[in-house]
């Protein structure tokens, strides 16, 4: 039998067509940021943070992802390039006078010894070791380059959404008792200290996931692979996908829409009415309003919401201490979302929902499209659907019914939770069954 040409070999025609993709995506949406936004995309400012400072963001973190597939020799190596280029690149601007922005110090030398790797990987690599090395490199700049991304998304839906659509779901709302309103009350109660605390855990979600995706990959360099499935995958779908959504359904948030905006000034003159915290929005026939052009549109579904669920959900089968850290996370990222008025309660479900469906479509592309996973991201994604179609057309009857669509809701919610744990834990046992059974004996010489 003639063995086909390597270039046609489906894995390598999938990596091809998915990296033709990605480019040409990237590209769209710089095009797309230079022309709403009059700024640069995701592509010339991550190209312009080899020399210029950088934006804070996960830049360390990337690096720290990407040294899974290195050796402990290497890993330092790796990491005292970076931190000799940063402090290079600091002691350069400092003598020439450059200003930079508080935060922006650091990060060029993570990126330096990232790119350095994949020039290792090409010019001194072959077979296996240089496509585990390029895999390395990959996923450190892919979460770096998911945060350039994520920017150019939000700057995109503050742009081209003029209208959003914040009194539907804030009248859905009261099907849930409006938990923003009272969330925000409570953390005003609790003074500074509580708004410090959660602010802080609300911003350093990325750091969660990095510790939980660094235990979960701790063992690639010495079994030169990766697993199956991580939670850096299910993060960078969500953080892809979720955007998408915020175009089909603009919404600024309560603090916004309802308040004086995050600074504390800034949305008043674009509000609604200056209601929340301390007063419900009243019941009354909703209709989209005009926003500024500089808020973005990220509030439908709730996307940290979404990835403190993926979080608690890859943090399950870690140490104790791992466990406790992610439910810890998940209980307080909502009550930030909440307590901030960055959300209401209708987009953590939403949120929920679609992270689970999410996480189950990986798993089942994982398991060679298992038809139960299948039905699952189907309902899945039907009840996400069904949410948002609710929110935009049934608002009122979800706010003066709110004992039969409140429940419904998180019955709704619920149901995804429980097929989920039920499809999991059935792949489970299959997996585990093989060792428990008589291994064959071989054949005595």
Request: hydrophobic share 50%.
């Amino acid at each position: 039998m003639i063995e086909s040409a390597p270039w046609r070999r489906p894995r390598v025609v999938l990596w091809t067509t998915a990296g033709l993709v990605a480019i040409a995506f990237l590209i769209g949406l710089e095009i797309t940021a230079r022309r709403y936004g009059g700024v640069a995309g995701p592509l010339t400012t991550q190209v312009g943070e080899v020399i210029f400072a950088p934006k804070p963001g996960p830049l360390y973190g990337g690096l720290a992802l990407m040294m899974v597939v290195l050796t402990w020799r290497q890993r330092f190596i790796a990491a005292g390039v970076a931190v000799g280029v940063d402090v290079v690149f600091v002691l350069a601007r400092w003598t020439l006078g450059v200003h930079v922005p508080e935060g922006h110090l650091f990060g060029n030398g993570a990126l330096w010894a990232m790119l350095g790797c994949a020039v290792l990987a090409i010019t001194r690599r072959t077979g296996r070791e240089r496509a585990l090395l390029l895999k390395g490199v990959g996923l450190g700049l892919l979460l770096v380059t998911g945060r350039k991304i994520g920017d150019s998304w939000l700057l995109i839906t503050s742009k081209t959404r003029p209208t959003v659509l914040d009194p539907y779901v804030a009248t859905a709302d009261h099907a849930l008792g409006n938990p923003s309103w009272l969330a925000g009350r409570l953390l005003d109660a609790t003074g500074s200290i509580g708004s410090n605390v959660l602010g802080l855990i609300y911003a350093q979600l990325a750091v969660a996931a990095i510790v939980v995706a660094l235990y979960q990959l701790r063992n690639v360099a010495a079994e030169r692979r990766f697993p199956r499935h991580h939670l850096v995958r299910t993060f960078l779908v969500i953080g892809l996908l979720g955007p998408a959504i915020y175009m089909i359904f603009p919404v600024v948030g309560p603090v916004f829409a309802y308040g004086p905006g995050a600074s504390g000034t800034g949305g008043v003159e674009w509000s609604v009415a200056n209601l929340w915290p301390h007063t419900p929005t009243p019941i009354t026939m909703p209709h989209p309003v005009p926003y500024d052009g500089i808020t973005p549109r990220n509030c439908m579904p709730s996307l940290h919401t979404a990835w403190a669920t993926a979080i608690f959900i890859h943090s399950r089968k870690g140490p104790r201490l791992l466990r406790y850290a992610g439910t810890f996370w998940l209980i307080a990222t909502l009550s930030a979302t909440l307590g901030f008025g960055y959300h209401y309660g209708v987009d953590l479900v939403a949120g929920v929902v679609f992270a689970l469906t999410v996480e189950m479509a990986l798993r089942t592309f994982d398991r060679g499209w298992d038809r139960s996973g299948l039905r699952l991201v189907a309902y899945g994604t039907a009840v996400f659907a069904a949410l948002l179609v609710s929110y935009r057309w049934l608002p009122v009857e979800m706010a003066t019914h709110p004992w039969v669509f409140g429940p419904l809701v998180l019955l709704a919610m619920g149901s995804v939770i429980h097929g989920y744990l039920r499809t999991t834990r059935r792949w489970a046992v299959p997996d585990a069954a093989p060792a428990l059974l008589p291994q064959p004996q071989p054949e005595p010489a």
